[in-house]
C-alpha cells in the first residue's frame, strides 16, 4: 500500500540558510499535517492543511512557512535557520472525512534536519 | 486543551511475559486517543485506536489498549512480549468535536524487551 513520502530524507543545512522540506500524501487523502520531533522529545505539532487551506497551526515559528498545492502535496518552508531546528520532521496525512472516518493520521518516515 | 501523560521514560520486560506501558489524557470532552510505535530512525507506525465502543481495542502486532474513562487512561498492553517490541511508543489524543485534527502526543515510553 502507498504511504506518505518525504523528501528528503536527510538536509544538513548552515545557520541562517533556508530549507524546504516536501511531504506526498496517501493517494486520495485531503489532509497533511506537519509535526516537529527534536531529539529525545515527543512530535509536536506545527501546521495543518485541508483542501489546500491551512486548517489549524500549532508551534510553528514564524520564520516557518506551508502550504499545500492542487496535487495535494505540501512543501513546509524554512528561513533563517537556527541551531535549534535541528529536529525530525514528520509529514502525516488523513483520509476525507466521512462516516467511520476517525482521521486517523498515516506518518512519512520524517526528513532530519541538521542545523551547522 | 488537551495533554497525554506517559509516566515511565522506559519500561523493561522479560521476553514471554506481559507488558503494559501506561497513557493517561487530559481533555474537555470526549477523546480519540492513539498508539503509535516508532523504531530508531523510522517514521510512526500506528499500532490502535479508541473511537467509540468497547473500552477494549486490539490492535497490530498482539497489542491492545483499555479505555478507562473514570480513570482517563489509554494504557497499551501485550499479553507476551518480544524482543522485536523493543522500541518508542507514543500516545497520542485528539479531542472530539473541536474541530482541531492535530493530535497531542505524550513524551514517549521506551520499551526494552530482553531475551
Known amino acids: 500500500a502507498a504511504g506518505v513520502i518525504q523528501s528528503p530524507r536527510h538536509l544538513i543545512k548552515e545557520k541562517r540558510e533556508t530549507a524546504t522540506l516536501k511531504c506526498y500524501p496517501i493517494?486520495?487523502?485531503?489532509?497533511v499535517y506537519w509535526y516537529q520531533q527534536g531529539p529525545g522529545q515527543d512530535p509536536q505539532f506545527l501546521i495543518s492543511?485541508?483542501?489546500?487551506?491551512?486548517?489549524d497551526k500549532g508551534s510553528i515559528p514564524d520564520r516557518f512557512s506551508a502550504q499545500q498545492f492542487s496535487d495535494y502535496h505540501s512543501e513546509l518552508n524554512m528561513s533563517s535557520l537556527e541551531l535549534g531546528d535541528s529536529a525530525l520532521y514528520f509529514c502525516?496525512?488523513?483520509?476525507?472525512?466521512?462516516?467511520?472516518?476517525?482521521?486517523?493520521?498515516?506518518f512519512g518516515p520524517g526528513t532530519r534536519l541538521t542545523v551547522l | 486543551a488537551q495533554s497525554v501523560a506517559q509516566p515511565e521514560d522506559q519500561v523493561n520486560v522479560a521476553e514471554g511475559n506481559p507488558l503494559t506501558v501506561k497513557c493517561t489524557y487530559s481533555v474537555s470532552g470526549n477523546p480519540y486517543l492513539f498508539w503509535y510505535v516508532q523504531y530508531p530512525n523510522r517514521g510512526l507506525q500506528f499500532l490502535l485506536k479508541?473511537?467509540?465502543?468497547?473500552?477494549l481495542v486490539k490492535g497490530s502486532y498482539g497489542f491492545e489498549a483499555e479505555f478507562n474513562k473514570s480513570q482517563t487512561s489509554f494504557h497499551l498492553k501485550k499479553p507476551s512480549a518480544l524482543v522485536s517490541d523493543s522500541a518508542l511508543y507514543f500516545c497520542?489524543?485528539?479531542?472530539?468535536?473541536?474541530?482541531?485534527?492535530?493530535?497531542?502526543f505524550g513524551s514517549g515510553t521506551r520499551l526494552q524487551v530482553q531475551p
Open positions: 492543511f485541508y483542501e489546500k487551506m491551512q486548517s
Open positions: 502525516a496525512s488523513s483520509p476525507p472525512r466521512g462516516p467511520g472516518s476517525y482521521n486517523e493520521q498515516f
Open positions: 479508541y473511537i467509540t465502543g468497547d473500552n
Open positions: 497520542a489524543v485528539r479531542e472530539v468535536g473541536t474541530g482541531r485534527r492535530a493530535l497531542t
Open positions: 493517494p486520495r487523502h485531503d489532509t
